[in-house]
């Protein structure tokens, strides 16, 4: 479980927004020991003000989806994170951060992300494979 998300390059994360609505949104991501990462980077966007990042200051409590399809279906997975959230604006933790994300994706060495970083202290994970539910 824990090797299939270190290798994906994308995952969603899921938030709740005012209302108690859910906002998912796709994100670029690293996991460090029991804390997941992910920048605001410099991709464009339609405001700096990111729903996601509001939400996680409203309420912490998010999931993170790492899935991975195929037209084969005994290749499916998927592993879901559970956890609190915490906006990243300064300090070694952010930098850290930074130094992991740019590690695992070179658009990120190449153009440092300028935005916070959300900090998910992972409490929970469940996963699933094609291979865990057959007899």
């Not at 938030?15 to 991501?29: M, S």
């Not at 405001?47 to 996680?56: A, D, P, Q, Y």
């Amino acid at each position: 479980m824990r090797d299939r998300v270190e290798r994906a390059r994308v995952a969603r994360l899921a938030t709740v927004g005012a209302g108690n609505r859910p906002h998912v949104v796709p994100i670029c991501f690293v996991l460090e020991g029991d804390v997941l990462y992910s920048a605001v980077d410099r991709k464009p966007k339609r405001s700096r003000n990111l729903k996601r990042i509001e939400n996680v200051r409203a309420n912490p409590h998010v999931s993170v989806l790492v899935d991975h399809y195929d037209d084969d279906w005994t290749q499916l997975w998927w592993v879901r994170l559970d956890g609190r959230a915490r906006v990243l604006t300064e300090g070694a933790e952010l930098e850290r951060a930074l130094a992991l994300l740019a590690a695992k994706y070179p658009q990120y060495s190449a153009d440092t992300p300028d935005g916070p970083v959300l900090a998910i202290d992972v409490e929970r994970r469940r996963s699933w494979a094609y291979g865990d539910s057959r007899p």
